[in-house]
C-alpha cells in the first residue's frame, strides 16, 4: 500500500511538472503568440489611445487664439491646486473693461491627471494631450504656462 | 511558551527578524516583526505607517467631485470599485435616480477590474511562490484589460471614472468588440493557468493545509472577500446587498471550507469565471440612454450620516460619510478590507515555517496602500 502511494506521488508529480513545461514549451516555440512589445525600440509606431491622459494642454489656432476666458472653473475644480490662473483687466474697443487671461500656469509635477479640470471647463478651452515620458531633470522644468506668448482670446467665446 | 520583549534575545534560540518595509514579497511597504524559534514563526506583529498619506483628513477639505479621485490610491488595483464606492454614497446623500446605461457600464468596469485584480494576484502568488513563468502570463491578461481602460476612460491604474451622477464620459465605440474578445481569451487561458500552477505538485505542497484560519475566528476577525470566503463565510455584498444593478445579474457566490491559502487560491480562480458571466450577460445589452443623472455644478449634502459598501477584489469596502450641509464632507471613515484581513495574518501564520508565511500573505492578496490610506 505505501509502496504504491509512494510510486502515484512521483508519477504525479513528474505528469504535473511536464504539463507546465507544455505550455511554457508551446510558448517557446510559437513566437508568433507573443504579446510582449519592445517599448523604447517601438517608440515610431507607438500610438497611445485617444482619450489617454498624458498632460493638460490649451490648444491654439493658427491666429494665436484660445478659448479660455479665465472663468477659474478649473482652477475650483483641481483636487490638487495644480492650476493657477493670472487673470488682467482689458478694456475694449467700446470702453468696456473684460477680464481676460494673463497666465495660465500648469504644475504638471503635482497633477494627478485626474480630467477633473477637462469636464468642468465650459469652453473647452483645455484638453488633455497624448504626450509621455515626462521625466526631466529639474521640476522648474514641470511648472508650464499654457496660454502662448501674445495669445489672444478667440472671437465669439464667452 | 515565553514571548520575548521588543529587544530580548534569548539563550535557547528564540529571535527577532524583521520582514519589510522593503522585503519584495511583500507587495510594498508592510512592516512585520516576526518572533521566531528556529524557523517556526511564535509570533507575527504587523507595523503600518509606512505609507500613510491621509486621504481621509485630506477629503474633508474637498468638493464631494473632488474627493473621489483620491480613493484610486488606496487599494489601486481596484480603482473603479472604490471610486464607485463614493459615488454612490454621495448619490445616497443626493437622492438622484442613475441613468440605466450608467449602472450598466459601472458593473462590467468594476468586473474587468476585478479580473484584472485577480489575474495580478495568480501572476504574483506564483512569484511569490518560487514560479516566475505565471507572472507573465497573468500580466498578458491584464495587459488587454488595462487596454481596453485607457482607451474608454484614459488611465490604466488611476482611472476616476465614476463621478456622482453616472459615469464621467461615455464608453468607446470599441469597447464591446474589445471586451468579447478579451472574455473569449480568458476563458481558455484560464485552462493554461491551472496547467501551470494549479495542478503543480509543488505549489500544492506549499498551500495545502498551510494558514488556515477557521470560520469563526474569520467572522470575528472581520475579513471578507475571497479570504473569508474560503474558509466558508458567505459575505458576498454584491449578493447580500446588491447595489448598482447587481441584483439583476445572473452569478454565484464562490464558496470553500477548507479555510487555507489552496481554499483562497482556489476561490479566486473560480471567482474570474462568475466575473466573465457577469460580463457576458451585460455586454450585448446595454441599454441606450443618458450616461449622468443632472447634479447641480456644487453638489450639497443633506445633514446626515451616509454609508455604503461594495465588494472589492478583496472583500467588503465601507464608505462611511458624515455631512454637516456644506459643500465638503464632515468626516469620512474607509473601512478598508485589507486591513482587516492583514490582522489575520498572526493568528493564521502562528506555528507555521518562515517560508509559509510568503505564502500565507501573496493569497491573503493585501494591498498596502489601502491598509494605511
Known sequence: MFIKEYFSTIYRSIKSLLTGMKLTGYYFTHL????????????????????????????????????????????????????????????LADGKKKKRIDSFIYHHDLCTLCNLCIVACPSDAIVMAQTFEHAVYDKKLLKKILNNPDSKIMEGVE | MKLLGDDEI?????????????????????????????????????NLGYIHRSIEKMSESL?????????SRMDYLSAHINN??????VEQG???????????????????????????????????????????????????????????CGA???????????????????????????????????????????????FEERTKGVGIISKEDAISFGMSGPC?????????????????????????????????????????????????????????????????????????????????????????????????GAASPYRIKYRSPNFSNLFALPQMSKGAKIGDLVAIMSTLDLIIPDIDR
Open chain 1, 32 to 91: 508568433n503568440k507573443i504579446k510582449t512589445e519592445e517599448y523604447p525600440d517601438n517608440r515610431a509606431t507607438l500610438k497611445m489611445a485617444d482619450r489617454f491622459r498624458g498632460e493638460v494642454v490649451m490648444p491654439h489656432n493658427e491666429n494665436n487664439e484660445h478659448r479660455c476666458t479665465g472663468c477659474q472653473a478649473c482652477e475650483i475644480a483641481c483636487p490638487n491646486g495644480t492650476i493657477k490662473i493670472i487673470t488682467k483687466q482689458e478694456i
Open chain 2, 10 to 46: 534569548s539563550e535557547d534560540g528564540e529571535f527577532i527578524i524583521n520582514m519589510g518595509p522593503q522585503h519584495p514579497s511583500t507587495h510594498g511597504v508592510l512592516h512585520l516583526k516576526i518572533w521566531l524559534n528556529g524557523e517556526t514563526i511564535i509570533k507575527v506583529q504587523p
Open chain 2, 63 to 71: 468638493s464631494y467631485r473632488n474627493f473621489i479621485f483620491a480613493t
Open chain 2, 84 to 89: 464607485l464606492a463614493c459615488a454612490l454614497t
Open chain 2, 94 to 152: 443626493l437622492e438622484v435616480e442613475i441613468p440605466e446605461r450608467a449602472q450598466v457600464i459601472r458593473i462590467i468596469l468594476s468586473e474587468l477590474t476585478r479580473l484584472a485584480s485577480h489575474q495580478l494576484w495568480w501572476g504574483s502568488t506564483g512569484l511569490d511562490l518560487g514560479a516566475v513563468s505565471p507572472f507573465f502570463y497573468g500580466m498578458r491578461e491584464r495587459e488587454s484589460i488595462l487596454e481596453i481602460m485607457e482607451e474608454t
Open chain 2, 156 to 202: 490604466r491604474l488611476t482611472m476616476n471614472f465614476m463621478v456622482p451622477g453616472g459615469i464621467m464620459a461615455d464608453i468607446h465605440p470599441d469597447f464591446q468588440r474589445k471586451t468579447k474578445a478579451i472574455l473569449s481569451q480568458i476563458k481558455t487561458n484560464i485552462k493554461e493557468y491551472d496547467d501551470l500552477l494549479t495542478g503543480n505538485v509543488i
Open chain 2, 228 to 324: 473569508a470566503r474560503a474558509s466558508g463565510v458567505s459575505c458576498d455584498i454584491r449578493k447580500w446587498f446588491p447595489y448598482s444593478g447587481y441584483e439583476k445579474v445572473q452569478f454565484e457566490e464562490i464558496l470553500e471550507t477548507s479555510g487555507d491559502c489552496y481554499g483562497r487560491y482556489m476561490v479566486r480562480m473560480r471567482e474570474m469565471l462568475q466575473s466573465v458571466s457577469i460580463i457576458e450577460q451585460l455586454i450585448d445589452n446595454i441599454p441606450e440612454g443618458e450616461i449622468q443623472a443632472k447634479t447641480k455644478n456644487v453638489i450639497k449634502l443633506p445633514k446626515g450620516e451616509f454609508y455604503q459598501k461594495v465588494e472589492t477584489a478583496r472583500g467588503e469596502l465601507g464608505v462611511y460619510l458624515v455631512s454637516d
